[in-house]
């Protein structure tokens, strides 16, 4: 099959394209590089620096594309209340120009990675697809926004949308940025240089942490999968894990003594996260493999950026 990435050259984006091409197919990735690394992806993989609002460059690269895996998007919770504008016009904005172009030039199916930070706070866990959203801040809002662009203008325009909510997910390759890290890659970080591991809150503030081998699978089978127009899947763990748990497992699986300290201040995040996932076994035969103990001892294995030198 051929197919384009959007967001290529991020986390998941170029997990996802150097795993399609080991698997013989052809790959356009599009990335703009404000936060993606060209060089983690495959030779095989036919790259394009671009703008995903830069809909000649779109209709391009759409050219003969099988479907589309749609994840170019900013995605910092904090960034994201600084400016939502931004947000807005990325992650909306740049969904809009890529369904246009998919009409323009006819292709047929799009699976767009949404986020389980739509749902907020929900009493119910694990949360189901048909939980009402209770997005919390600007990126949760533009990723839910997105999600109802897909679905409404694909139903009108005869493309068929598949929108997959991923969870917490983590791994090797995760971008590291200089703020707001991602709280498993900051805690085996700091764990790993004699750092100080900072829990907001009780800890006792649960999430869902997927690793990304899991997720990769999941996209997978979303391209070709029968029977999902139009639906939104939960991917996921199926477990939910607090942070206090998850500082304690850092400590273990590192072996390290690090100072663990405790902000009272919130982290204006949802109290408890965890998907359901009788969806994704139903509709993709997604099954989670990979534990948290064992995703963060392979992350340790495989990512050589953890240890500041």
């Not at 009409?103 to 389980?116: E, L, M, T, Y």
Request: proline share 6%; net charge neutral.
């Amino acid at each position: 099959m051929r197919f384009l990435i959007t967001g290529a050259a991020g986390f998941l984006g170029s997990s996802l394209a150097n795993r399609l091409v080991r698997e013989g197919h052809e790959v356009r990735g599009l990335d703009d590089l404000s936060t993606g690394d060209p060089a983690v992806l495959s030779p095989e993989v036919h790259f394009t620096r671009g703008d995903v609002n830069d809909r000649p460059k779109l209709w391009t690269l759409l050219q003969e594309v099988d479907c589309v895996y749609h994840l170019a998007a900013r995605v910092l919770v904090p960034e994201s209340l600084l400016y939502p504008r931004e947000y807005n016009q990325t992650n909306v904005g740049g969904t809009v120009s890529l369904m246009e172009a998919m009409r323009d030039v006819g292709v047929r199916r799009v699976v767009f990675i949404s986020s389980g930070a739509v749902y907020g706070d929900q009493q119910q866990q694990p949360v189901r697809e048909d939980a009402l959203p209770n997005p919390r801040s600007p990126y949760a809002v533009s990723k839910l926004a997105a999600e109802y662009y897909v679905k409404t203008i694909g139903g009108l325009w005869g493309i068929e949308t598949l929108c997959l909510r991923v969870f917490n997910a983590y791994g090797p390759g995760q971008h590291f940025p200089p703020v707001h890290a991602p709280v498993v890659l900051s805690f085996l970080r700091q764990a790993l240089n004699n750092g100080t591991l900072v829990v907001h809150g009780d800890g006792q503030q649960t999430r869902d942490h997927v690793y990304v081998d899991d997720v990769v699978n999941a996209m997978l089978a979303a391209s070709t999968a029968p029977e999902v127009n139009q639906l939104t899947i939960n991917v996921g763990s199926g477990r939910e894990t607090s942070v206090r748990d998850l500082a304690k497992l850092v400590i273990s699986v590192t072996g390290a003594n690090p100072e663990v300290v405790y902000n009272p201040r919130s982290d204006r995040g949802s109290s408890r996260l965890c998907a359901d996932l009788t969806l994704a076994a139903d509709k993709l035969n997604y099954k989670p493999s990979i534990g948290l103990e064992t995703g963060l001892r392979l992350t340790l294995e495989r990512d050589t950026r953890l240890r500041v030198r």
